[in-house]
């Protein structure tokens, strides 16, 4: 992007909603975690624009993104989601999501949930993970997670840095600047 997200979103009716209420908050919602991770699956190849757009209807289809809901999915929920004009119908990308739900279910069993996990990793050693390591941990966890979607899904978090700029009005009410 040439230009900065910051510059662009405030104003946009789509864009800045996130932008100024979502993008880089910090969360331990297991919900809001899975969701997050899955719309930047859907968004891989496409705009956010399309994603944030289709918003309402993704969480619709996916149960909410309620992991145990979705990781209970098989073929006719696969053949319901592919079939919504709703959604972004990419069977790739709803296995995937399947997929993860189930890998976000056995982490509240090995972690204490989602954002255990992601609490536990954080640190490589004395020093924070670097994004080449969270991906190559992301890849040996969940499906669908390169490095372009666990990027933007951890700085959507704010487990990475990067999503404001210093003199964005959202970088300073997360960095309780004046």
Known sequence: MSRHYCTIAPTHPVHG????TEYGF???DERLLFERLS?????AGLSWEIVLKKRKNLNKAFNHF???KVAAYGAADIRRLLADAGIIRNQLKIKAIIHNAGVVLSLRQSHGGFAAWLAAHRMEGR???SKSEWVKLFRKTFKFTGGEITGEF???????P???WA???VYKRLHNQP
């Open 17 to 20: 909603p996130y932008h100024d």
């Open 26 to 28: 910090p969360t331990e």
């Open 39 to 43: 719309l930047e699956i859907m968004q």
């Open 66 to 68: 309620r992991p145990a």
């Open 127 to 129: 020093r924070k993970r």
């Open 154 to 160: 951890l700085m959507s978090i704010g487990i990475l």
């Open 162 to 164: 990067g999503p404001h």
């Open 167 to 169: 003199g964005c009005g």
